[in-house]
């Protein structure tokens, strides 16, 4: 039903994506924000029928669907809060000293759009990391012109919310190539995109692999273009031991339903847990264990991911030195997978690269280390990560310095005595690590401080007032904060 | 004399760069800007000596190199009270909201250092971007140790200034392995560096093919790290009609001195001007020849760049349709080349590549245009450039809207009616545009926003707040803005 999109048809795409840029980067900060939230309205505005689409595409069920929907309006509407509030814009300004020698001109600097941005969407957030998701915004806000490639997972969804995007454009009168709206099921059409002179940058969530392709096409260009693409986490969560004495309970608890949430299906999923052998750690196994009974497996997102969850569990059960903890017994929803959660030591762990390797779905390794020094080993040969969680007393934290140094290197957000999944879409969230789960640590995907990924700066020599953008100007129209001769102010300048 | 570093040497290094780091980075804000403010004091301390044998290892005249100094000296000073100062860090706070649904959990912002950073100086700023430079000192402030490969057309100056930091470093008691000094004529030791696991980030300042080099190796790591090359430009210059016919004596008057401004060994050297044809222009012409008669070419940094910019010459005057317009008269100062201006039309511009090549040396062309309409064309086919200068009046700008919004799409710097030799060094300044002027548009190489090249955002979800780093603690305690629930503050909280 979706056809791939042709060569043809992307080329005519971008080249109206290119010349719409041009009028949508003059746009004023209120029209984007306003834009923005008209999308946010017609998407409100497709109703149930969104929500069953979505629903039959992805095996989630309604609720969460609807949680994800109103978070999905709610970046979108506070992401426009925050273009119109213009922090994000850097904006400074150095006055000109005529008497220095040499004379120090005035500069003044903001950042501007890149240019259109290419964004493919995750099948595990429909919404939220999707057609209008947070990239979406991202580069709308910007002032960037967007091409979406629609998830090959949910090709209805994806429809339903470009045309509730088009509808914002119409009723904005934003220029026409705005936005667009692709399909393709291989990579061709993902590397016809990534390659194409028009495309100033990309956001991505998915996999490794997916993601690092994307980031070698667009490194390999004429003119590379910077990539942001959230990848693999496998998030960490280490257990210490007063921790344990004081609370196995609550902390059993708060894994189990962190690892089983969506059957798994989060970035932010905690795959990996690290705790020192103990009687402590036996109670809290046992608790796990207990829990996780309790919670019945469901239909995974998509046929593919059931199958790659299952033949992952497999092999990792196969590794030397791994042990079965616990299985859902009976029997298994079609397209699901048992919750599953192995055990190994940390010389295992360490000599095994294999382990380190996320598997996408309602797992969890569990590895027990004998002493101190073997969880800081452990911590020290993790590869990057989205999130890092540690469930610690504060006597625990006082007596662990160097360990809580070591796993904050390797992290995007460091988590204490909370679990990782859940992810706040709020200034302060950090949505990206070191790599393999990003492309580039320094800049987020969740949070209005995303939107710098599709924008850079410009200064501005010796400009009269008045041909300056607003956000510029001496009297500060927009009423927004600057930095002007090294000090924040959001007033005018005399 | 100076050997190149072995491979077993690097090696070592890096091990020691790498255990500095984790000491530096839990240094305090002020701890780091007296370090920065000490090398700064020890360079001075290195007097006379420095200056002569910078002069001696560079052919630039002792007068430039002491301006150069106090740049190098004013860079490290200015950034160190930034890293005090704090807005580089991001900070940002969301409070807990416990009634939410889901709850929203306490999240903390801000910006910590990447790790051991190797830095790649230029030529032709012996002092301001090589050993103790602009990028040594973003790093230094971010909180990463520096290994610096000396540049082999002037080792002797990088020595002295390598021991001027290692006296700072020992005096301040910074961590052994805070600062490496290497050397390398060839390749070999920039690619080894560039591939090595322990190096986090680079910072470059050079020719395009390095620069690219660099960002290839480090782009095809396991992990790929990032790249900050300032490489080529040619700086275009845009003169329109009535600014020209009005001013057209002072506009070659400032010409003159930009191109010939040390030999035109600048990255920022105006080598191309566009213009339509016009009476004005002559007269234009005419009089910038008469100050270019004024100016005797001295000797270049080292024979490498003297070869190249007479080859590259040659070359250019060959060109078809390229017709010479001044060239210096009579004997040339050995390791020196003419002062040369040659001249084009817009169509043989458009359609011959080779004329958008940087001559690296006091060389511009003079690209005139017909009518409007191929002005607009030249600017659009323009590579990235680090600047862009408009020569215009007011109605000079109002008439030509659409060439503005085409020549800001290719800078990081636009300038109006000044040149663009002459990089202030302020926060406001943005040296680096789209490529190939820069690998990343999105940074800057001077100015203290280019600390943030070498850093990435760690948020801290649901940590008690005396564990919180001094940044982000309830009661600010360093009096740095931050961004609180998405309020810019100063506060402490309540």
Redesign the interface.
């Known amino acids: 039903m979706y056809k791939d999109s042709s060569n043809i048809e992307i080329d005519k795409v971008l080249e109206k994506a290119e010349k719409a840029f041009?009028v949508y980067?003059?746009c004023s900060l209120k029209q984007r924000a306003n834009f923005m939230r008209a999308i946010a309205f017609a998407i409100t505005a497709l109703g149930k029928e969104l929500l069953k689409t979505a629903a039959q595409e992805t095996n989630l069920p309604i609720a969460r669907l609807e949680t994800e929907r109103a978070r999905t309006i709610f970046q979108l509407n506070s992401y426009a809060?925050?273009v119109e509030?213009g922090?994000w814009l850097?904006a400074?300004?150095?006055t000109a000293i005529a008497d220095k020698t040499?004379p120090?001109?005035d500069?003044?600097?903001m950042l501007?759009p890149?240019g259109p941005v290419v964004v493919f969407g995750a099948s595990n957030f429909p919404f939220a990391y999707s057609t209008a998701g947070g990239d979406t915004a991202c580069a709308f806000a910007a002032g960037c012109p967007v091409i979406v490639k629609a998830h090959p997972a949910h090709p209805k969804t994806s429809t339903l919310v470009a045309k509730a995007i088009w509808d914002a454009a119409s009723e904005c009168k934003m220029p026409d190539g705005i936005f667009a709206h692709l399909y393709g099921a291989g990579v061709e059409v993902g590397e016809y995109l990534a390659k194409h002179p028009f495309v100033k940058a990309i956001g991505f969530t998915g996999s490794y692999s997916g993601g690092k392709a994307l980031?070698?096409w667009a490194?390999q260009r004429k003119?590379?273009i910077?990539v942001f693409a959230e990848m693999g986490s496998i998030n960490p969560v280490f257990l210490l031991p007063r921790k344990l004495e004081t609370d196995y309970l609550h902390t059993a608890q708060l894994l189990a339903a962190s690892i089983t949430q969506s059957m798994g299906q989060f970035c932010t999923n905690p795959g990996l847990v690290i705790a020192r052998q103990s009687e402590a750690l036996d109670l809290y196994v046992a608790e796990l264990i207990n829990q996780l009974k309790e919670i019945q497996p469901a239909k995974m997102l998509h046929e593919g991911i059931a199958r790659n969850f299952n033949e992952n569990l497999k092999k990792a059960k196969a590794q030397k030195g791994v042990k079965l903890l616990y299985e859902t017994k009976g029997e298994i929803t079609v397209g699901g997978g048992p919750i599953t959660i192995t055990q190994t030591n940390a010389q295992t762990f360490l000599s095994n690269q294999k382990l380190h390797e996320e598997i996408f779905g309602p797992y969890s390794l569990l590895v027990i280390c004998q002493n101190e020094d073997e969880m800081l080993k452990v911590a020290r040969c993790l590869?990057?990560q989205l999130t890092a969680t540690l469930m610690a007393s504060?006597e625990d934290?006082k007596n662990h310095g160097k360990l809580?140094?070591a796993i904050?290197e390797v992290?995007?957000?460091?988590?204490?005595?909370?679990v990782p999944t859940?992810v706040?879409v709020?200034?302060?969230?950090?949505h990206?690590g070191?790599?393999?789960s990003c492309?580039?640590?320094?800049f987020?995907a969740v949070g209005a401080?995303g939107i710098?990924?599709f924008?850079?700066?410009?200064?501005?020599?010796?400009?009269?007032n008045?041909?300056l953008p607003d956000e510029l100007k001496d009297e500060n129209p927009l009423n927004i904060?600057r930095?002007v001769n090294?000090e924040?102010t959001r007033g005018a300048m005399m």
Do not use: Y
């Open positions: 041009h980067k003059t809060d925050a509030r922090h850097e400074r300004i150095d040499p120090k001109p500069l003044r600097k501007v890149l980031f070698d490194n003119i590379p910077p590869e990057g504060s934290l809580m140094h904050q992290c995007g957000r460091f988590i204490l005595n909370q859940g706040e709020c200034l302060s969230m950090q990206g070191p790599f393999p492309t580039d640590s320094r987020t401080d710098k990924r924008a850079r700066p410009v200064a501005f020599q010796n400009w009269d008045v041909f904060w930095t090294d924040l």
